[in-house]
């Protein structure tokens, strides 16, 4: 991201702030926010029972006849060039059909790396992919065995040898710092942000904390692994992908073997699980170019281990948080700078400052991040990647300060809420985080925490509260298009590529579409998780939802229209314009007079239609220019710590969301404890051991890599404003990263609570609170 | 001698590597059965073999010679579901649905392991009748792990299920 | 994999002619094995799959019990003498790995298992010396949190990752063999090997030898239990664990019997500490100091020097829960 995308988007948020509001997506609320049915209804999964019967066909899962099995070989040392590369002994191996190696593999251009304004674009590296003998991390795919069996291409991977010459590697994090980067922009945000002097604040404030808060790098670790299917029929492609960025790859597939859009179809009906990390990397593309010598179909499911080594993660960081404060606690400086990982053919700067922006009025603030480059598999984009590590810092040090001054957290929280953005100035579209904090520490019981830390216990358990403010910015993805067919007999299929990874993407955009178009739930059909229908945008930054809404808002609109062609002079609703008129029961409604009204079937029938088809992209989401959009959220814990082991063990938590409009709580509930759970698993027991000597992971398993089991997590509560942002399609915003934003903080602070002792150092393991 | 899966006789694979967790989804199509890590630390490909559940990953095929394999196919089906999958359905134990079938499988095994009076790390007096508690659910299902984040729902649906057992 | 034979065992004569003088392994539940295998840690040329030989679990004639080798994990822990009699065993069971892996694996292959050490998995990229002796050991300087503190050597610093194991070694069990020389009892605590120059030699079994039974005497303990310390609350293996037993007779200890795991190659008999205690008040502080003087020789590294004091810590904590009088 240069200085020229930093110029372009400052001057068109410039433009849009002369923009009266009226004349933008999101000026008028959305009419459904006011009169929502299906919308808002507790609804079970529309996939729900294929999912419990297993029914439901994964990637690696579908049936093909010919069907060939891969299996990879990694790279073993950091840095380095393959010197010797012998594969007889492979090739020769019962059922092998081929060895791919940099010898063989056609010549391919480097993947464009994911990007904000080229949409098209998803590589997560811009390696070059078996290219040439070189190896630039430990872990990279160096050969692909093709054979019979999967068991076959297993044992024949191991058959072959490989001898490096090593170069020195850039491992170790403290020792790049001295390189580190500072790139001019975050994302589509500047990176540095320098509001008045905020060190000389710092110094003559009389309450300060400064600290440096570390994270270790994490991995997604769905519990689906990585899977491709892979078939050539004739010219065309057709790859069976576990992904959430299904028309986006299939542009990029295309592009890279030298095919049309329509020869590439990317499926992916059903993914186990994604959480930023199913994308675009080298084995589909492997995977494609091995299918296309065999001439047959090549599965290629990853091992644990190996997506590990060639699925980046989220980085490690080390940032610094201080805040000033004046007597009566209100901020005179926020400072949050840091440390983290972006090798430069990488795509994930993970923002982990860029919540800090909004989170607190403060009179000046020192905000800015730098790059180090080593030599590993490319970080990438792990749910609410920057926010949820980053609140994690921030968080901690306001908690920090309260103690120090004798305030409680959340009445310090209230002190400095602003009222607009602290740094833009730009008006929020909504925001109500001190009432979720209100209704939070209501029902969590919040006034029976003692500020004294280790002041409650029982036996050998020490009693600890803790909370802390979660965050997300509201985006909604340019590039979603939704084709909408209306049939005589009053059902309707809506169509776009999107996908779903556990999110319910088909079920809340059928309650959706059953209020947009008037008609029931039962008689919507809605059809994704294939390239070849409507191009849906990736599913990333929680904008899913919004985006297809966004789309299906503009298709029905076109639907009004066409619908009022085809009535024509003879109907009731003659003369009316689509605005004058609303969708529903069915049928078209006249707002003024609503029984002039005409059904869906008998316009259909008069004009002698079966059906009537539209297709319609959302529009631009200028509104996210406009105005400042967040969610937010006041999650509350309360754990125990033995006296005796250190164990952490937590007993209660609680979430109170401030999300816009929920459209499905029953989905949504489930969504937000799903991130709340992935932020217990951040607190306390997830790290990726990166082995700095050797550059390699050295917990590459579901047994080393600890996620929390059923035993770590207790009843989880959730409860939400419910108040809609009237600039959004249905009032809503994004839910699926802000459940782990703040977690990792309000564990923290609850440690701190039940021992005194205060860990800046993730995950919170027992020796450290010894 | 040959496999019993969900009561059909299916002969066991010539290459011994095959663990029982390949035979059914590669060899037989019986893709409900989810592979998750292929190291015994997911649970994901948890099935019943003569009613017990085991991880699939780690069965080699030959293994189960002479024994009965229930999968998730066989446990219910659309016409007669598991009470169990019908409850998770009700209470939303699962997003992406991936670790699911391991789930329900897992739970079906553990009631009846509860009925029979199996202590777990987490039951307080190890002669006393066991009690299906929360906190009993929640160390017994410990094997089974989901990244979504549907433990609360599934915890529920396990306890939905019992209680109407024991009603 | 590489390729292997694999057949069953119908006698234990049987399974001790079909793995004679070769690479083949003896197959139990497979819990640990066929994960190695799949790691390339393990390459045997065959498998003796030994579950068909017996499993049962029954009274011996002084009250203590004898379990068969092919007994799953879970049938020992469930079994109603295990429960009444032993709690540690059966706690220490009930605290290893999950359900499902406890329905498969056999008390003999759980005498077995190998260590979790991460360098020892790596086979592509990372020495061992224990899996390549002579080949360097990468966990010294790397992440060693779950390594030994005592009894390791220069070679190698793993841990047995057994807890079962840990309740034997306190319960004094005995580990019947056969083998083609015929049949020997080799008490639980001196079965595993401390590494020295040799940590691939990690139990007494002589090649071709294998477990039949274990025996363990009438339970010497009015109470006993098992606690497992780890950062996730389950499904994870031990930092420490601590298996103890315990009679007291007017206010005096007058039988103990503490092992510990997670600290060593081997499930770490505290002889010392036992001694200093025996006659004594059951006080945290005897117990804490007790472990100090058998955790004197203890060397431990960067990484898992926490676990000196976690380990006395957890057993002054046990200890007090064992002396209770309420039961």
């Known amino acids: 991201m240069s200085r020229i995308q930093n110029a372009v988007i400052e001057s068109v948020k410039t433009v849009l702030g002369w923009v009266p509001a009226q004349w933008l997506p999101g000026g008028t609320p959305d009419p459904l926010i006011e009169r929502r049915a299906a919308i808002g209804r507790q609804a079970s999964r529309q996939d729900g029972p294929a999912k419990v019967r297993g029914e439901a066909r994964f990637a690696a899962e579908v049936a093909m006849d010919r069907l060939t099995y891969a299996s990879l070989v990694h790279g073993t040392v950091t840095r380095g060039r393959i010197t010797r590369l012998e594969t007889a002994a492979a090739e020769a191996a019962p059922g092998v059909i081929l060895v791919l190696t940099h010898r063989n593999m056609p010549r391919l251009a480097p993947l464009a790396l994911i990007s904000f304004t080229d949409l098209s674009a998803v590589g997560n590296s811009s390696l070059p992919i078996l290219q040439d003998p070189v190896v630039r991390y430990n872990g990279q795919v160096v050969a692909l065995v093709v054979a019979e069996t999967q068991e076959q291409a297993d044992h024949a991977a191991q058959l072959i040898e490989i001898d490096y010459a090593a170069d020195a590697a850039r491992t170790r994090f403290e020792g790049a710092k001295d390189d580190a980067r500072t790139p001019a922009s975050i994302l589509i945000e500047k990176n540095h942000v320098s509001v008045g002097d905020a060190e000389r604040e710092l110094e003559r404030a009389p309450h300060r904390v400064d600290n440096v808060y570390r994270t270790p790098g994490h991995n997604h670790n769905a519990l689906e692994l990585h899977a491709v299917t892979v078939a050539w029929q004739g010219g065309s492609l057709v790859v069976h992908d576990a992904t959430q960025m299904i028309a986006p790859s299939a542009n990029v597939l295309a592009r890279l073997f030298g095919l049309k859009k329509e020869q590439v179809r990317v499926l992916s009906p059903f993914v186990g699980g994604g959480f930023g990390g199913k994308g675009l990397w080298d084995h589909q593309i492997v995977a494609i170019a091995a299918a296309r010598l065999v001439d047959r179909p090549v599965r290629l499911v990853l091992s644990r281990d190996s997506v590990y080594r060639i699925i980046g993660g989220r980085t490690p960081t080390e940032q610094r948080v201080a805040i000033g404060a004046d007597t009566e606690g209100r901020f005179t400086a926020l400072v949050h700078t840091g440390y983290s990982i972006m090798p430069t053919y990488g795509a994930c700067p993970e923002q982990y400052t860029l919540g800090t922006r909004a989170l607190y009025r403060a009179r000046s603030f020192e905000i800015v991040q730098r790059h180090l480059d080593l030599d590993i598999v490319p970080n990438t984009f792990m749910r609410a990647p920057g926010e949820a590590i980053g609140t994690f810092a921030v968080e901690c040090a306001v908690d920090e300060l309260a103690h120090a001054m004798s305030v409680d957290p959340i009445e310090l929280r209230r002190r400095n809420e602003p009222d607009r953005h602290p740094i833009s100035g730009t008006a929020f579209s909504q925001r109500a985080l001190m009432q979720a904090y209100a209704d939070g520490a209501g029902r969590f019981g919040w006034e029976r925490r003692l500020a004294q830390p280790g002041a409650r216990r029982d036996g050998e358990w020490l009693l ?127 707002i003024a007079n609503p029984s002039q009204r005409e059904s869906y079937q008998s316009i259909l029938t008069r004009a002698a239609r079966n059906e009537v088809t539209v297709s319609a992209a959302g529009s631009p989401p200028l509104e996210m220019l406009k105005f400042a959009m967040h969610s937010s959220s006041a999650i509350f814990c309360a754990l125990r710590v033995s006296q005796v082991t250190g164990e952490i063990r937590v007993d209660r938590l609680l979430g109170s969301f401030d999300c816009g409009t929920i459209l499905n709580p029953k989905t949504a509930a489930s969504q937000f404890r799903g991130g709340m759970i992935m932020g217990l698993g951040l607190a306390l027991t997830e790290e990726t051991l990166f082995d700095e000597r050797s550059g390699r992971i050295m917990n590459a398993t579901l047994a080393d890599y600890h996620i929390p089991s059923h035993l770590d997590v207790p009843e989880i509560d959730v409860m939400w404003t419910g108040i809609p942002d009237p600039r959004s399609p249905l009032g809503a915003r994004g839910i699926g990263e802000i459940g782990i934003t703040g977690v990792a903080a309000a564990v923290a602070n609850a440690v701190f609570n039940a021992t005194g002792k205060r860990i800046r150092d993730l995950p919170i393991t027992l020796d450290k609170v010894l | 001698m040959a496999i019993r899966i969900n009561g059909t006789e299916v002969a066991a694979p010539d290459d011994v590597r095959v663990s029982l967790l390949d035979l059914l989804r590669e060899r037989l199509h019986l893709t409900g059965t989810k592979v998750g890590c292929n190291q015994g630390a997911c649970g994901a490909c948890t099935v019943l073999v003569d009613g017990e559940r085991v991880l699939s990953c780690l069965t080699l095929a030959v293994q189960a010679e002479g024994r009965s394999v229930t999968t998730i196919e066989g446990l219910g089906s659309a016409d007669s579901p598991h009470p169990l999958q019908l409850a998770f359905i009700e209470h939303d134990g699962f997003q992406c649905g991936y670790c699911t079938p391991g789930q329900v499988c897992a739970a079906a095994a553990m009631l009846r392991e509860i009925e029979a009076g199996v202590p777990s790390y987490v039951t307080a007096d190890l002669t006393a009748p066991v009690l299906v508690t929360r906190e009993e659910v929640r160390e017994r299902m410990s094997g089974n792990l989901c990244r979504c984040g549907a433990h609360n729902g599934i915890v529920d649906a396990i306890l939905e299920v019992a209680a109407g057992r024991a009603a | 994999m590489m390729p292997f034979t694999y057949s069953r065992a119908a006698s234990i004569d049987q399974a001790i002619e079909m793995a004679a003088g070769g690479r083949s392994h003896l197959l139990g539940g497979g819990t640990n094995l066929v994960d190695l295998m799949r790691k390339g840690v393990e390459r045997p040329s065959g498998l003796v799959d030994v579950t068909a030989l017996p499993g049962t679990i029954e009274e011996t004639g002084g009250g203590g019990l004898r379990i068969g080798a092919a007994a799953r994990n879970s049938a020992v822990a469930a079994h109603p003498l295990v429960r009444a009699r032993y709690p ?108 020295g120059e040799r940590p691939d030699l990690e139990t007494l079994l002589e090649p071709g030898e294998m477990i039949v039974a274990v025996e363990i005497d009438a339970s010497p303990f009015a109470r006993s239990t098992y606690r497992k310390v780890r950062d996730r609350a389950s499904y994870a293996f031990a930092l420490v664990s601590v298996a103890a037993g315990l009679t007291m007779r007017a206010g005096r200890i007058e039988k103990i019997g503490i092992a510990l795991g997670g600290i060593a190659a081997k499930p770490w008999r505290a002889l010392r500490a036992e001694a200093a205690l025996r006659g004594g008040p059951a006080t945290a502080q005897a117990f804490e100091a007790a472990l100090a003087v058998e955790l004197a020789d203890a060397a431990p590294l960067p990484g898992n020097a926490f676990k000196v004091g976690l380990a006395q810590r957890t057993l002054g904590a046990v200890c007090i829960e064992l002396s209770g009088s309420d039961r």
Request: charged content about 15%; proline content about 5%; aromatic content about 4%.
């Open chain 3, 88 to 195: 540690m065993l059966a706690r220490a069971i009930l605290a290893g790995a999950s359900a499902q892996i406890r329905n498969m694996a056999t008390v003999g292959g759980n005498l077995m298992q190998r260590t979790r050490c991460v360098y020892f998995q790596d086979v592509a990229g990372a020495r061992c010396n224990k899996r390549a002796p002579g080949s360097g050991c990468d966990a010294a300087g790397g992440f060693n949190r779950y390594h030994a503190i005592i009894g390791a050597s220069p070679q190698c610093i793993a841990t047995h990752p057994s807890d079962m194991c840990v309740a034997l070694a306190a319960l004094d069990a005995r580990i019947h063999v056969a083998g083609a020389g015929g049949a020997r009892t080799i008490p639980m605590v001196d079965f595993h090997r401390l590494p």
């Open chain 1, 464 to 590: 600890g509260m803790g909370c802390a403010s979660g965050s997300f910015p509201y985006v909604r993805m340019p590039g979603a298009n939704v084709r909408i067919t209306l049939r005589r007999t009053g059902e309707a299929t809506l169509s776009c590529s999107a996908q779903d990874m556990g999110m319910g993407t088909a079920t809340v955009q059928i309650q959706h579409a059953a209020d947009r178009l008037g008609l029931p739930v039962e008689a919507i059909t809605f059809e994704m998780g294939d390239s070849s229908l409507p191009a849906g945008p990736l599913a990333g930054g929680s904008a899913q939802t919004v985006s297809i809404a966004g789309a299906i808002m503009a298709a029905a609109d076109k639907l009004t229209a066409e619908l009022l062609r085809l009535a024509g002079n003879a109907s009731p609703v003659a003369g009316l314009r689509a605005g004058e008129v609303r969708l529903v029961d069915g049928g078209i409604t006249s």
